[in-house]
């Protein structure tokens, strides 16, 4: 592919990580991440906690861990995150991306209204005070906040954990962004306000071509609304995949098991699978490929180099036998 080629697909993409290692100092964090969110699409990234998913997601808002370097590159709508200075990445936040965080306590200013986190970024962009709350009233009522109006006005301490969890989605939307990056955004709501507030995001993409990057625990959830799906551990990609064939065919040793240990309300009834073992950072990883110590299909070549992604059937996978995977 051509430089200008590039530069057109990074610009038609919502967000492009490209080769993407993060460490400090001597502690390596990610490697060679490698992930494409599409105008309109919504990709999930999924793995046990612990394997950088937030980390990802935040490298979309230049936002590193204190002492961090960062190589490869990250574009959020052809903007370079990784070159762009403090008035850029600010511009950035404010108009083209948006991130739902996983905890909402840590995400509001504690002194601060409710009123004023959801409209922020609208005043910020120049928006009319008195057209803004009327938005933050509108977006509140969409999350489902009982007296909307009122809920300008009140502190986040006023707030249950779930209640906080839907103005930091409203928040989120405010602004319209091009890229809605969302870290386990229904982690806190019942059963009933996760249904409507996924159609509200599918409705936002329907109408704005907003790209979506979902971080996510929930597999079943995953697979009912994500375009494509990647699967993290210890700081890698290990596959990639449309969201029915990942969940249908696994390719990798980790995601089938990753599915093995997840109970469903689909299908038929299966025993639920501890995987073994416990989960690794990149900094504790063994040699060649992290996930080795607990596959039943590792060997001796497993433990030689990082196996390199290569296609499988309908994934992209980092696996040496993906064939004994699928059978």
Same mark, same amino acid.
């Given at each position: ?5 590039k ?9 492009? =990580? ?16 490698? %992930?494409r =969110?599409?105008r309109?699409?919504? =990709? ?21 861990p ?12 052809? %903007? ?18 948006? *991130?739902?965080?996983?905890? #909402? ?43 909307p ?54 409705? *936002?993409?329907?109408?704005?071509g907003?790209g *979506?990057l ?11 609304i ?12 290990? &596959?990639?995949?449309?969201g ?5 065919? #696994?390719?990798? #040793?980790?995601?089938r098991?990753l ?5 469903? %309300? ?12 416990r989960?690794?950072?990149?900094a &504790? ?13 590792a060997?001796?070549d ?9 296609p ?8 040496l036998? #993906?064939? &004994? %995977?699928?059978?």
């Amino acid at each position: 592919m051509t430089v200008l080629a590039k530069e057109e697909t990074a610009r038609r993409d919502a967000l492009g =990580v490209t080769g993407l290692g993060l460490r400090i100092g001597a502690l390596p964090l990610l490697d060679g991440v490698t %992930v494409r =969110v599409g105008r309109g699409e919504t =990709v999930g990234l999924v793995g046990e906690s612990g394997s950088g998913k937030s980390l990802t997601a935040r490298s979309a808002l230049g936002m590193f861990p204190r002492g961090a370097t960062a190589t490869g590159s990250v574009a959020v709508g052809g %903007v370079d995150v990784l070159a762009a200075g403090r008035a850029a990445l600010r511009d950035l936040r404010r108009t083209r991306a948006s *991130m739902i965080f996983q905890d #909402p306590r840590a995400a509001i200013n504690p002194v601060r209204r409710v009123g004023d986190y959801v409209s922020e970024g609208l005043r910020a962009r120049g928006v009319p005070s008195r057209e803004a709350a009327a938005t933050a009233v509108r977006l509140l009522d969409q999350v489902g906040i009982r007296d909307p109006r009122g809920a300008l006005r009140r502190y986040p301490h006023e707030f249950s954990g779930g209640m906080l969890q839907r103005v930091v989605i409203a928040g989120a939307l405010a602004t319209e962004p091009e890229l809605l990056l969302a870290d386990e955004p229904t982690t806190a709501l019942d059963v009933t306000t996760q249904a409507e507030v996924i159609a509200l995001l599918k409705d *936002m993409q329907r109408t704005r071509g907003t790209g *979506m990057l979902f971080v996510t625990h929930d597999l079943d959830l995953a697979a009912a609304i994500c375009d494509r799906v990647y699967v993290m551990y210890a700081g890698r990609i290990v &596959e990639e995949a449309a969201g029915a064939a990942l969940f249908s065919s #696994p390719a990798h #040793p980790y995601t089938r098991a990753l599915l093995e240990a997840s109970p469903s %309300v689909h299908g038929e009834r299966a025993e639920i699978k501890a995987i073994r073992g416990r989960p690794r950072s990149l900094a &504790e990883a063994p040699s060649g490929c992290a996930f080795r110590d607990r596959c039943p299909l590792a060997d001796d070549d497993c433990a030689e180099s990082v196996p390199a992604v290569r296609p499988h059937a309908a994934s992209a996978v980092a696996c040496l036998r #993906p064939e &004994e %995977v699928t059978r």
